[in-house]
């Protein structure tokens, strides 16, 4: 059986309201001419769709394109057009978006990207819903290419080595080319692809050109020529030409027919990111490159003759040109910002007026251009020359321009530094100016996240915006809860870092403009803090050093709706099965999913109060870490010592994790689960549990020996701070393991003979849980079929998971991990969770399914620090074990404050009586470090991180601060009875 691949939960927290718009750069553009309305795709996952408010069916005959680049536009000619409006929006991806096209007749929208998907949006539908998934890839998905207007397909190209076509209608994969394949190529990823109805063109980081059949898949030849990665293709309408741009600074032109290249075009300077033309013949086409510039082209009438076309430098961007467009009179441009730029068209028919070099050359010339109809010029306007620093020269082997040369002579600097394409240039100036030094109008985009700093508590999260304002994010709150302006986010973050060691339990990144929070099941639990340093909203009782389990308490949270509608659906299965029982009918197979009616049942039941639904018999649940001792119970086989946890609440029953109030407890390694009377392994709600059957109890010998082993400091604390050699440890681990292994075969053995059949599998997701819980309602109507079935939902009580209220935009995302990245299986809001439960169950992993409904998280043995104590200037007795060594180990979250009680017992005898007004030990001891007194609740992950800064063994100095008299006498003759005490205790556990 193929193992599954890893499942993790995402939740990405809501900015705050603003007009749409894209939050980082935008990487897609499509114009619908017919109803005059802009889409664009962004890095922030977003496809947004403007209205222009203008006619691109025909040139406009009112406008004059040649307004000169150094005056601003007429007051008339600013008034001809409302300016563009917002008109939707969408969050279809969860990473960049690198590419959209417009197909069928341009009511589908298809956007590729690297959240791996291919999807297709429909804006003018009725109700616009959803975009939705036709296609995934392996790897980020590129770019996209259709046919015609009218085409129900749509290709894809990506990462995966991989060129897919995709039914529109989402009837999936029609065909799929592997390009990598040949020759076992690595370099065969898919950057740009072209398609028509009878020739496919790919390209990528190969500099290969790939001509492909779309209707077999199988490869019709190859062009090589270009030396860098190709960016960009276009066909001609019979798909005999093919135009491709590269990162090698040429456009080249490629005859299928004759098979080879027939121009290279050295018209830009830098890598060529962005072709476009929507000329037929590609007569005219559009470019831009790295360096921002924008290119117009005209090559019509030259009879094949490029040399003799025009290249006029349109425009020039702050940034380099992901996608240039153009129709009618405008062009449009999409860089790394996130707003879009619309610039005049330039008319490059008859009535342009050229520099008088290059009319005398055109005149001339036996390939020149025929007579281009051009449209009425209004307003007046006379024609506007072109500047000579406007014109490109189109390729190395034009005849003109002629290329400029520097003399010995020469002094000016700039575009004739030029390594390929060459211009016009004005040798007083030496500097190429665009035709238009300003858009006509700027399509404003929002303000997006870019980087972020995670805080030392793990927890809060600083962020730096594109405007450059600093946010301060609570991860558990799931808002921003403090501005700093536009500050340096580096000056920031010292104001608000703690000197605080958590484990880390998320990942953070702020890839689409917006904080996105990873949980992955390996880690995410690792994380605890302690309840006494939570500031609540609402009051909740707590044990003393109980610990919250960061992502336990987020998840819990963030998917109540859920854990309610499960609860519900819960009541009426087994409202069903009770209802049964009434009747006297016999329960053989109860099903395992249930329609539910469509009036909802009130139950009465509140997630988040105490009364939440417990199994019968279950005890109240104890979270991993309600204290250390909770968190690590193990057989005691060293020298006890100061219980970490407090007494637990009086609300239900004792504490299940424990089996005797009376049994030692060793906090610094793990203990197999105690059995039930049936000898079946009990995992209490609220532990941790492990995929693989459960472990039987060690053998009871060795318990009985931990528990004889009387010891005068033994009878009142239980801390079990383990000492001696790291050969001791070692020894008692193995001996506690052994047996339970054997034990865990025979207790399976034994299970399948009183069953006398193989449990039943279940689904290998959250569904499988609730079939978990249903196959032991089964289970129970068989034993007492007279005795209604109780509920086997357990969430977590409040005061293991304080209420939290995170947004109910808060997105929430389940993903699966592959070879490329991570796939989406499921997104939704934290108000739309209980409506998407079904779904939920089917994609959600099971681990997740166990945290809600049984309060279970993974078993995972807890981190320790090692650490020596040691008397300062030795004016207290010594700690150390019969064999001198003072070497101990605890978890990682152990408090200074518990250290300083284990050192308490350890030098002064317990008192004859106690005394109520006594003073505790960290109010009479201090605890050292590189001479730094250590605070009470401290831990030791913090000591070590921020204190120590080494890999050794913390070294510990303890002294008195002189509040209470230390009488040595009694404390060395308690010390040495101790010592004998220990030594014959430790003697039969060795063996």
């Known amino acids: 059986m193929a193992r599954k691949a890893r499942q993790r939960i995402s939740y990405v927290l809501p900015l705050a309201n603003s007009p749409g718009g894209h939050r980082l750069g935008v990487n897609g553009l499509a114009v619908d001419s017919e109803q005059s309305i802009l889409y664009s795709g962004g890095r922030d996952g977003a496809i947004c ?36 409006t917002f008109r939707a929006q969408t969050q279809a991806h969860t990473h960049w978006v690198n590419d959209i096209v417009l197909a069928q007749n341009n009511t589908a929208l298809v956007s590729a990207s690297s959240d791996l998907t291919v999807k297709v949006w429909r804006p003018l539908s009725d109700g616009i819903e959803a975009p939705q998934t036709i296609g995934q890839h392996a790897d980020y998905v590129k770019c996209l290419a259709t046919p015609h207007p009218q085409a129900d397909w749509v290709a894809s190209g990506g990462l995966d080595r991989r060129i897919c076509l995709w039914d529109l209608n989402g009837a999936g994969n029609q065909l799929e080319i592997e390009v990598g394949d040949e020759e076992k190529n690595e370099k065969g990823s898919v950057y740009a692809l072209s398609v028509s109805r ?16 779309p209707r077999s898949g199988k490869r019709i030849t190859k062009f090589v020529g270009h030396t860098d990665n190709i960016r960009d293709i276009l066909i001609n ?23 080879r290249c027939i121009h290279t ?71 790394s910002s996130s707003s879009i730029n619309r610039w005049a068209n330039v008319d490059t028919g008859d009535d342009i007026q050229l520099p008088e070099a290059y009319r005398h050359h055109s005149a001339t010339s036996t390939a ?196 309610d509608e499960m609860i519900k659906r819960d009541e009426i299965y087994r409202k069903e099965l009770n209802e049964s029982v009434n009747k006297g009918l016999r329960i053989n197979a109860p099903p395992l999913s249930i329609q539910i009616p469509t009036p909802p049942l009130v139950t009465g039941q509140d997630s988040v109060g105490l009364a939440t639904p417990r199994a019968n018999g279950t005890p109240f649940p104890m979270t991993p870490g309600m204290g250390i001792g909770v968190a690590t119970p193990a057989p005691l086989n060293h020298l006890p010592g100061v219980p970490e946890g407090g007494a637990p609440l009086d609300t239900r029953g004792s504490q299940a994790s424990r089996t005797s109030a009376d049994k030692p407890v060793d906090y610094f390694s793990s203990t197999p689960l105690s059995p039930d009377a049936s000898g079946k392994s009990v995992i209490t709600p609220g532990e941790r549990y492990d995929d693989k059957p459960p472990k039987s109890p060690s053998d009871p010998d060795k318990e009985n020996s931990g528990k004889d082993s009387s010891n005068l400091f033994g009878k009142k604390f239980r801390m079990g701070m383990s ?52 196959i032991e309602y089964e289970k129970a109507l068989q034993e007492n079929p007279d005795q209604p079935v109780e509920t086997g939902i357990t969430p977590s009580p409040p005061n293991e ?43 959600a992993p099971m681990w997740l399914g166990d945290l809600l409904l049984r309060n279970r998280i993974p078993l995972k043995e807890p981190v320790k620090v090692s650490f020596v104590l040691q ?106 009875d101790t010592s004998t005490s220990a030594a014959q205790a430790a003697t039969p556990s060795a063996a």
């Not at 004059?64 to 300016?83: A, C, E, G, W, Y």
């Not at 076309?309 to 349109?314: E, M």
């Open 198 to 213: 009878s020739i496919l063109a790919s390209g990528g980081p190969e500099s290969i050109v790939r001509l492909w059949d």
């Open 723 to 774: 000492f001696g050699s790291k050969k001791l440890n070692r020894s008692a681990s193995t001996n506690t393991e052994k047996p339970v292994v054997l034990d865990e075969k025979v207790e399976d053995g034994s299970e399948t003979s009183e069953s006398g059949e193989k449990e039943k599998e279940v689904d290998d997701n959250f569904r499988g849980v609730v079939q978990k819980i249903r």
């Open 49 to 84: 769709a403007w209205d222009l408010h203008l006619d691109l069916k025909s040139a406009s005959p009112s406008k004059n394109p040649f307004d000169s680049p150094l005056d601003p536009p007429t007051i008339s000619r600013s008034k001809q057009h409302r300016p563009t």
């Open 871 to 976: 008397p300062w200037q030795d004016l207290l007795p010594s700690i150390a074990g019969p064999d001198g060594n003072s070497r101990l180990n605890a978890n990682r979250m152990l408090r200074v404050k518990k250290i300083l009680a284990y050192v308490a017992e350890r030098i002064e005898p317990p008192p004859e009586e106690p005394d109520p007004n006594a003073l505790r030990p960290e109010e009479y001891l201090e605890l050292y470090c590189y001479d730094q007194k250590l605070p009470i609740t401290m831990s030791l992950a913090t000591l070590r991180a921020h204190v120590w800064k080494g890999g050794a063994d913390v070294l510990l100095y303890y002294k008195s601060n002189g509040r209470k008299l230390i009488n040595f006498e009694k404390v060395l003759n308690s010390a040495t």
């Open 368 to 563: 020149s251009r025929p007579k281009q109809p051009s449209p009425p010029i209004a307003n007046g306007h006379s024609k506007t020359e072109i500047s000579a620093q406007s014109v490109l020269r189109i390729s190395n082997t034009a005849n003109f321009p002629a290329p400029v040369t520097r003399d010995a002579d020469d002094t000016f600097s700039g575009w004739s530094f030029r390594k390929g394409p060459e211009m016009i240039v004005d040798p007083d100036i030496g500097v190429i100016v665009p035709i238009h030094a300003l858009p006509e109008e700027t399509i404003e985009g929002q303000h997006g996240l870019v980087k972020h700093k995670l805080l030392n508590d793990r927890r809060r999260v600083l962020t730096l915006d594109t405007a450059g304002d600093v946010l301060l994010w609570d991860l558990l709150l799931c808002i921003p809860i403090q501005s700093f302006g536009k500050r340096h986010l580096e000056d920031v973050e010292p104001e608000v870092n703690t000197m605080e060691a958590v484990a880390p339990w998320c990942s953070i990144d702020t890839r689409t403009g917006r904080l996105a929070v990873v949980l992955e099941e390996y880690n995410c639990f690792d994380a605890e803090m302690y309840a006494d340093e939570l500031e609540l909203e609402e009051a909740v009782e707590f044990r003393e050093d109980q610990r919250i389990n960061l992502g336990k308490w987020i998840l819990r949270h963030l998917f109540s709706n859920l854990v």
């Open 801 to 843: 998971t304080p209420v939290l209220k995170p947004p109910p935009m808060t997105t929430v995302i389940i993903q699966e991990e592959t070879s490329g990245g991570s796939a989406d299986l499921y997104r939704g809001t934290v108000a739309t969770l209980g409506e998407d439960a079904s779904l939920i169950e089917e994609r």
């Open 237 to 259: 309408e019979t798909g005999d030409t093919i135009m491709t741009a590269s990162s090698d600074q040429t456009v080249k032109v490629w005859s299928v027919t004759a098979g």
């Open 265 to 335: 075009l050295t018209m830009h300077n830098d890598s060529v990111w962005s072709l476009y033309s929507d000329d037929p013949n590609l007569g005219i086409f559009y470019s831009g490159d790295r360096s921002g510039l924008v290119v117009k082209t005209d090559v019509r009438g030259t009879l094949g003759e490029m040399d003799d076309g025009l290249s006029l430098a349109v425009a020039q961007e702050n940034d380099g040109v992901n996608k240039v467009i153009a129709c009618g009179d405008y062009i449009w441009t999409a860089t």
